[in-house]
Nanobody, 113 residues
């Protein structure tokens, strides 16, 4: 099965930007939807954004206008561009392929001054 590996997290000041990368171990061309989730300390994991194979994206309200999800089926990669980051965006971010029961280790994003 396709496994995903996240990278690109780090420490950023409020208002800053980061771009997360997700590398899949196999082809994602036939995977209908790829998504980014996040889990903040003491909270449930939540969906952030998803993108289907055609490139159409959906965003949760709390990131609309700030985050952009993209995918490249030829490169088996998905990205999450995060702008205007706020302390409440602090979390471990995960990339997930729909229909595949696999979670990577995630990448930590910390927003703090």
């Amino acid at each position: 099965q396709v496994q995903t590996a996240e990278s690109g997290g780090g420490l950023v000041q409020p208002g800053g930007s980061l771009t997360l990368s997700c590398t899949a171990s196999g082809s994602i061309v036939n995977i209908y939807s790829m998504a980014w989730y996040r889990q903040a300390p003491g909270k449930q994991r939540e969906l952030v954004a998803s993108i289907i194979h055609t490139g159409r994206a959906n965003y949760q309200d709390f990131v609309k206008g700030r985050f952009i999800i993209t995918r490249d089926n030829a490169k088996n990669m998905v990205w999450l561009q995060m702008n205007d980051l706020q302390p409440e965006d602090t979390a471990v971010y995960y990339c997930k392929a729909a229909g595949i029961d696999y979670w990577g280790q995630g990448t930590q994003v910390t927003v703090s001054s």
